[in-house]
């Protein structure tokens, strides 16, 4: 069964500062999504990552992927108030096109 | 023009009643879903129909009754609504076929069970 973790849950930081938010999941998935979700409102799509070593950037985040440690990363440089929101990732089911395997969630508060 | 709109955006009943939330997407997608929401923000899919055919449909309790007219609109009757039914509802859409693309979803539905 796929699970996905998400860490950490939480996040408080500063203006200025970089943070990374991880995603593990336990089995072979060929797509990884991230999510946005401000406080709410509904959820918006940031990034989809198809390949190992695919990397995708806007902005102040940046995504990547390694499918061998089964690993996402969402990296914020230089964090602004505006980042403030809820960042979820999902992780597509081997087995099926349809259903997406979604971690808890990361709450990140930006402190101006 | 809204891409997928549900309607909806807060509802508000006793417990008991029976309540629709409505979806519609003009995307031209295949799929369509029903996602829960609950108070710690932890998203579970509820169902999926792809070309009006029920794909997904994971342990809910009967009383939730997803209809599809047409592969367009993707509709969540509930019955006997119970307090733990309170939750956000979004509705989503996709084209299965194309899992590089994303899902888009509503704006959702706050569902209040008093």
């Known amino acids: 069964e796929l699970k996905v973790e998400q860490n950490p849950l939480f996040l408080s930081m500063q203006e200025g500062k970089n943070y990374t938010i991880y995603c593990n999941y336990s089995?072979?998935?060929?797509?990884l999504y991230w999510y946005r979700q401000d406080p709410g409102k509904s959820l918006e799509s940031l990034f989809v990552?198809?390949?190992n070593g695919a990397v995708k950037q806007e902005g102040r985040l940046m995504a990547s992927l390694d499918t061998k440690a089964r690993l996402s990363t969402l990296h914020i440089t230089a964090a602004v108030h505006d980042l403030s929101a809820t960042y979820f990732c999902?992780?597509?089911?081997?087995?099926?096109?349809?259903?997406?395997?979604w971690g808890a969630g990361t709450k990140l508060i930006i402190k101006p | 023009d809204t891409a997928v709109s549900q309607t909806p955006k807060y509802l508000v009943t006793q417990m008991g009643n029976d309540k629709s939330i409505k979806c519609e997407q003009n995307l031209g997608h295949d799929t369509m879903y029903w996602y829960k929401q609950d108070s710690k923000k932890f998203l579970k899919i509820m169902f999926s129909y792809n070309n009006k055919e029920l794909i997904i449909n994971e342990t809910v309790p009967n009383r939730f009754s997803p209809k599809s007219p047409d592969k367009a609109h993707l509709n969540l009757h509930i019955n006997s609504l119970e307090l733990g039914d309170s939750a956000v509802y979004f509705c989503?859409?996709?084209?299965?076929?194309?899992?590089?693309?994303?899902?888009?979803f509503g704006s959702g539905t706050q569902l209040s069970v008093l």
């Open positions: 089995t072979t998935s060929d797509r």
């Open positions: 989503a859409s996709s084209q299965a076929d194309r899992v590089w693309e994303k899902l888009f």
């Open positions: 999902a992780v597509g089911a081997p087995d099926s096109n349809y259903q997406l395997i």
């Open positions: 990552l198809l390949s």
